[in-house]
């Protein structure tokens, strides 16, 4: 394999790690606050409808990605009026909001467009089209490094760059402020929160929101910049993948993005039969094979959030 | 009435079965008769939807897609006086008649356009479910490419081994842009539904793509250099207006007939140079006339041209 | 300079009612406390003690009542509130974040400033002037899960301190500390009560309330039957006050006549997750002795008893009349029964019974696959129910309903429940972890004469209790452990509470 | 939180989260500018209204019956098993594999030989997640979803490089030489089911499964074993209840029994082997244990609601402009409702339903 293929693989492989680095931050906030969120498939794939949908009718890319957060939002909100609200079952309550989430979209995809669940293809300005970095062209002849900034860092959408800076920004508001300070503790000890006299439920409700947010953000990118429009099941499992990133990742932010990379990374691969002679089967059973090691800890243990999937119930 | 069953990929994929479903919906709008329609969702479907159709009393049953060769083997003979139709597939059975096309033909003429096309000398043929059907697409094209450009490359990748290979727009668009970067700049595309995700990309990446089935030409103008329009539509129509009274047997369509051609229109005039149209011109008399012989994957599973 | 108890009231209390269900935990509540004073309350478990201390720092509303702050009429509707009123309060669980700092925890909710950075310097700073002036020694960068139980809840009086807190709750302080570590948390109360500061000091132990209150309120029921000068009452006064009847604080036993070895430990060794737990321990109890294990809490006697009980593994020997027994796990609970060993365990609620589960099925927990309880390969339902209620009966386990869960009896009932369920299996060797914690005394009194009563059968006894005086009463002998060793072993008829302190301690005496 | 009679709890609770998801689904069917009525009308003839329907209805229902079964083994013991639908088609590759490998002399043996793979198939993929549970510490949520994807990957490969007969074009095994008695080929019965329906007599498998179930979780030791530790698994330990077997066995059980079912769709119903052969029946069972109460008796009237569901759903895509997806929408707001908001119904009872004063 030769230096450009490895090029092209890597740049699919940021392509195709960031709706899962964007959910995994997703359930990184929801889960560091005690929150389990096997959601994220659904919220990314109301997102990408909503957001596939609102660009095509209105031919606005931004206009799409408002849609699709404000469509995670209320999947988001959903989740925590179930699981936080009522004290329900979070793990339950996601499943359901997966199923929810994949029939409705082709439900009404279909009521809209009849297009057999699919939204019509968009035309370029309803999508968040590839930005090249500055100095692209000009770096592109130096040696290795060149190519890789051209070809490989350079020249995604708009909303790859904000997937990567969402996680500096994950990274300081959860360890350097007040707000990540009051998370953390009621993903660990919500009642050490109510006793100090701050609200378990908004903390709670805040961090499924954001979560609300990201996988917004990731379903947008799937219609709107890695496609041209939504597909019916267009998620194809990237949620659960994500979960899986976050436990490789350990719950911190700079390891979801070297998570999701990986992730990424095997799914590139898994499109490139040609420079790797594995049976695709195998290529696309991989992360999931290794998301299974991983949480067998063969390949390092993973301590979750302690208040993890517990409601919490006021007691002394 | 007659009915009428999309394969997985559904009816708007833009290819393979919004071909049928034109040809359906032509023949709604000529007759004003009505019909029944359904896109599966999964594999193990295929068989309630037949015999629920033969058993509601449609007829005849139109269906596209090999898929259905088998469960239509074991539904037929429990429904004699109802007529079933396939698509792309050969049932012997005495109600049912089986349309096959020639692609190689068509996908030879797609192969000469792509040829004279390519800046790089290298195309590419990207299918979906691989199959020996599509492998005659494929090996079809290469020799329209090797007929034009000896020392050209054609790579060729396939999306999938299943029937979701035939709507993964995202891998589509992957393995198009893999195909790009190995220097491809025309790419022509046997996969349905997964199709929208490989024009798309191609159009993206500012090379040109080769639609299929449907006339694509429309979906990125000026992006798509043509498309091998498969006459499904004919097919279907030809089903419906017979009715019951259709007769059974195979039927293979082939440019003679029409039953496949490449796609001239206004998105793709000033893509199609004189001599490409004039070389598709000759081509297609020659194949007609038979001094072409245009080798078909299925005839031996074997194509030593492209390789596969 | 020091207040009296007849100053004005730092914290008033009118009718305060709160139920939870059916349950009435508090019913028309009236209390005053003054200012500068510690003022100690007590009463039987569920007495709703808790309950009341938790209203007035706004953890639970009250569902009727009115709170007066320094005679200023105060709402609490929530924590915050308390917070604002002054108020500071150390739960009977503390409520520390285990892998947060101590800095951290401290200033959780009481951060200045939306970057956190300041509010740690801060706090670092005030910090160090609270140890100073109080005595309260703690590495503010030290992780909670690192700290001894002492210390964290320094950590938690040290939280309500930094949020200015002149009204201090302590509910059960004691429980968890060894003497030494208790005359330490009393030398900082009272050196708060010299600061001026409000102390409310609930425990059950009545020699701390002589100690070192000046009032003290006693409930029962969900209800203040009485508040009293601490220097005009007694012991015997205040027991018979929360019982509301006379009780014998002492056990009555003749000396025992021990009979041949019935337990033999060899240098028993338990590791957990890389620590050792227990560090070679060595003991044997005889037929018809007690041997109590003293010692605070987390000191290896959980460790012990899990041994012994089948639940955990072990490095060493253990022979039970003479048989060696299996430390490798390939023993299970339902081995050690039939070998004759019953086991009364320290946390009924979490591994005593199914609190989901009715009465009858938990009378057969542990013993669900005896040939009593089955009829061919299925389990006989009505044989069980039979035997559950005939132990009510003998146990006088109130309600007697077999069928009820078992969640919905009272703490001493379910520990009735269980006691019954071990020993009448007439084993040889009974274990005992914390009989009587959450028991209120009048089923303390009843549980203690059932274990004396076994020893008389004969029975080879291992009683593990952190509260001494009950170890101290029961036992024969008794054995302190600390950090995973048996630091010496007293008889229990000539020791004195002092002297096994030290041991508690850590101290060879 | 109020005290609401255990009947209530056991009857009212789905019952009205079943009506609040059918006042949903209402809502939605309106939303996308179709007629509920019509919905219904078309959902009750076309799946009780004939014989033909309800061959249809009761084949879904018998599959709906074991994953819900294997889905209420799973939660007994505390353990939340998505992973049904890997488990039901390594079960029905079990299936394959007996059948297609072996000449059997008669159905009979090759039904008993098909339970037998199925359960073993579906029961090993259930127990390694169990293991990594029990043994790793994996949250089995996780690892029962990765092992759906796996098995899909296993699958696809074995029908598409080792199982797919040369020259055929889908992937798929050969039609299987033994197949079980429809219901209609069972005399008696074919007097209602005069034409061919795909529900065949492992849906009196289902039923004694049910039987089988009920017995073991309530009426034996191992049951007691298996709900003591879902409960507590601090107290089950104490109780010499060992965790490792614990979940193994009741992981092994579930897989087994989401296995089973590919008795009726894979051996019964297609006779050979097709990829996704379980149509997700194996998530629909989660709301079917759910709806049930994760009661066995509950599972069968729940499994009968959704084969209805489904059935009916079927008959909305082919009649109506209705899509096939609304099942999956009631689907998931049965779970929501039953699984999720069952604290938001029951405080609902709570105030119709005054406490009880004690103490
Ligand atoms: N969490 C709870 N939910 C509902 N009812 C409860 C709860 N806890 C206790 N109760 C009920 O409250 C009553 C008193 O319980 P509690 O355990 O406080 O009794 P108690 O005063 O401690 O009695 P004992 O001295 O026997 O322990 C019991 O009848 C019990 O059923
Ligand atoms: N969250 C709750 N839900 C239901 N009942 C409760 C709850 N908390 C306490 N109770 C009940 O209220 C009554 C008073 O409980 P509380 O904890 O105040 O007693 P206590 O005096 O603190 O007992 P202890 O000495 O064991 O701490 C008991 O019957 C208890 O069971
Ligand atoms: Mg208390
Ligand atoms: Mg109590």
Redesign the interface.
Known sequence: MDY??L??IL??TI??AVPLLLACLAGLWSERAGVFD?GLEGKMLVAAFASGAVAYITGSAWAGLAAGIGAALVWAV?HG???IT????????G??????????T???A??AF?????TP?LSSSGRFN?VTLPFADAVREVPVIGPLYADVISGHSLLVYLAVLAVPATWWVLL???????L??VG??P????????SVTRLRFAAVLIAGVLCGIAGTY?ATA???GF??E?T??RG?IA??AL?FAKWRPWGALWATLLFGFFQ?IA????VVPI????L??LP??L??LV????VGKAI?P?AGGEPYV?E? | DPALIFDLGGKFDKSFNEAAYMGADRWKKDTGGSYREIEMQSEAQREQALRRLAQSGSNPIVMTGFSFADVLTQVAPDYPDTKFVIIDSEVDEPNVRSVVFSEEQGSYLAGIMAAMASKTDTVGFIGGMDIPLIRKFGCGFAQGVEATKPDATVLVSWTGSTPAAWNDPVRGGELARAQIGRGADVIYHGAGGTGIGILQAAADEGVLAIGVDSNQNALHPGQVLTSMVKRVDVAVYDAFTQGEAIEPGTVVLGLADQGVSVAMDENNADLVTPEMSAAVEEATQKIIAGEISVHDYMTDDSCPIAGF | MRHGPDSEAAIELRGISKAFGPVQANKDIHIRVARGSIHGIIGENGAGKSTLMSILYGFYRADSGQILVGGRDTPIPDSQAAIRAGIGMVFQHFKLVQNFTVLENVILGAEDGRRLQPSLAKARRELARLSADYGLEVDPDARIEDLSVGHQQRVEILKALYRQADILILDEPTGVLTPPEADHLFRILRGLREQGKTVILITHKLREIMDITDEVSVMRRGEMVATVRTKDTSPPELAELMVGRKVLLRVDKQPAQPGEVVLDVRDLRVSRDGVERLKGVSLSIRRGEILGIAGVAGNGQSELLEVLGGIATATGSVRLNGRELDLSGREDGQDRRHAGVAHIPEDRQHLGCIMDFAAWENVAFGYHRDEDYRSGPLTDNAALKADTAAKMARFDVRPPLPTLAIKHFSGGNQQKIIVAREIERNPDLLLIGQPTRGVDIGAIEFIHKQIVALRDQGKAILLVSVELDEVMSLSDRVAVMFDGRIMGERDAATTTERDLGLLMAGMEA | MRQIPRWADVVLVPLISLLLAAICATAVILAIGQDPWEAIVTMVTGALGSAYGWGYTLYYTTSFIFTGLAVTMAFHAGLFNIGGEGQAQLGGLGIALVLLYIPWPHWTVALLAAIVASAAFGAVWAAIPGWLQARRGSHIVITTIMFNYIAYALIVWMLVDVLRPPGQAEPATARFAVGIPALSDIPGLNLIFSDAVPANISLFLALIACVGVWALLWRTPLGYEIRAFGKSEAAARYAGIRPVRTVMIAMALSGALAGMMSINNVMGESGRLLQNSSEGAGFIGIAVALMGRNHPFGVVLSALLFGFLYQGGAELGLWTQIPIDLRVVVQGLVILFTGALDHMVRMMLGLVFAPRKVA
């Open positions: 450009a293929t090029l092209q740049d699919s392509r195709l096997i959903l009026i179930a699981s009522f004290r329900g079952n979070q793990l339950i309550s499943v359901a909001l997966n199923f929810l989430a994949s029939g409705m082709v439900l009404v279909q009521a009849s297009q057999g669940g699919r293809a590839e350097r402020t007040r707000f990540g300070l009051r953390r503790a660990e000890n009642a050490a929160v109510d006793t100090a006299g701050v799937l890695l496609q041209a597909g019916r267009m194809a499992g659960y979960l899986a436990i590139a499109l490139r039969p040609d049976p695709v089967a195998a696309e059973a999931y094979v998301t299974v949480l067998a800890g063969f979750p302690r006021k002394r």
